[in-house]
């Protein structure tokens, strides 16, 4: 286990044979136990998976990106502890029993491995 947080600072959709009104919604979530800020920036402990960031929102997909879809930022993302989760939630049409896809994020993180 890594104790080092961790820094989103890009990442890659790929999708093939979507259907228009497709489309995908990342999250960072806070583990059941942990702790976050609420929006008041106080400290509160989750009762449950707490979606904390909605970090891509309602991403439209459509066709074939075989290529990739990059997610170009200018900076990292704020640091995220090590044991948050991340959640991709992808919306299909009703109709879709073709599709299919992959996402890649880059992370860093200041150590890989504690000696």
């Not at 286990?1 to 093939?16: A, R």
């Not at 979530?29 to 891509?56: E, F």
């Not at 640091?79 to 991340?86: G, M, R």
Request: proline share 4%.
């Amino acid at each position: 286990m890594n104790l080092d947080s961790v820094w989103i600072k890009e990442g890659t959709i790929y999708f093939h044979n979507t259907l228009k009104g497709s489309y995908l919604d990342f999250y960072i979530v806070c583990p059941q136990g942990n702790y976050y800020l609420d929006n008041a920036g106080q400290v509160q402990q989750a009762t449950q998976d707490t979606p904390i960031v909605h970090y891509g929102i309602k991403i439209f997909m459509q066709g074939n990106c075989p290529m990739g879809d990059e997610l170009n930022t200018e900076a990292c993302s704020q640091a995220i502890p090590s044991n948050y989760k991340f959640w991709l939630d992808v919306t299909v049409p009703n109709t879709d029993d073709n599709s299919n896809g992959y996402v890649t994020l880059e992370l860093y993180r200041i150590r890989s491995v504690i000696l």
